[in-house]
């Protein structure tokens, strides 16, 4: 049983370049999120999958941001024209999507040093 | 808004010693409430959760009671172990989708 895996799971590059992550979930699972953690906080919410559809996007989303997840199964989270304070830990999470509450399943976490 | 508190740490402690980590949350309604674990190198894992107030939930060890009336979830165990060492997060889903809010986390470690 396969978890979450992410993709690259440490990436450096300078200010002003673009980079893509992935994310690949759980099979079959229909809920992928994606959230970003900095030092000594909390995950903070990005934006969320239900199959193909992206649902929410959060005001930390800004422009240069941008997700898709094509036929519903793996996802890529792009930065054009990185910053430094994109500095973060970028983390995806996978969820069935049934019943009241359903859990999510992290993966490792892509690091991004921005310099 | 929706948010958690923790108790900062970090949290030194020595093995078989107690163990509560204060949570305290804002939220709309009675939400579900989580503990998450994050060991040194690995993702996020779900800890323990409860539903409903006045509901414990356990795993490892470790409990937390859901309590209304003081809106919070504290997380104890009763004598922890070198490899309990990671930081754990306290956290609540805002919408019906599960997005969840986290709190700012709170490090442990546990020394022989």
């Known amino acids: 049983d396969t978890g979450v895996s992410q993709d690259p799971r440490h990436k450096i590059t300078k200010r002003g370049q673009n980079v893509t992550f992935r994310c690949d979930p759980i099979?079959?699972?229909?809920?992928l999120y994606w959230y970003r953690q900095t030092l000594g906080q909390g995950p903070e919410f990005l934006t969320y999958?239900?199959?193909?559809?992206?649902?929410?996007k959060s005001r930390l989303l800004s422009d240069r941001f941008s997700a898709e997840r094509p036929k519903g199964s793996f996802s890529t989270l792009e930065i054009q024209r990185t910053e430094q304070g994109d500095s973060a830990m970028y983390l995806c999470?996978?969820?069935?999507?049934?019943?009241?509450?359903?859990?999510?399943?992290f993966g490792p976490g892509t690091r991004l040093t921005v310099t | 808004g929706d948010s958690v508190t923790q108790m900062e740490g970090p949290v030194t402690l020595s093995e078989e010693a107690f163990l509560t980590i204060n949570c305290t949350y804002t939220?709309?309604?009675?939400?579900?409430l989580f503990w998450y674990v994050q060991y040194p190198g690995e993702g996020l894992q779900l800890l323990l959760k409860?539903?409903?107030?006045?509901d414990k939930g356990s795993n490892k060890g470790f409990e937390a009671t859901y309590r209304k009336e003081t809106t919070s979830f504290h997380l104890e165990k009763g004598s922890v172990q070198v490899s309990d060492s990671a930081v754990y997060f306290c956290?609540?889903?805002?919408?019906?989708?599960?997005?969840?809010?986290f709190g700012p986390g709170t490090s442990l470690s546990v020394i022989p």
């Open positions: 099979s079959e699972h229909n809920r």
């Open positions: 999470a996978s969820s069935p999507g049934q019943g009241a509450f359903s859990e999510q399943y």
């Open positions: 939220a709309t309604g009675y939400p579900s």
């Open positions: 999958f239900q199959n193909e559809a992206q649902l929410e």
């Open positions: 956290a609540h889903p805002k919408t019906s989708y599960d997005k969840v809010i």
């Open positions: 409860a539903t409903k107030a006045d």
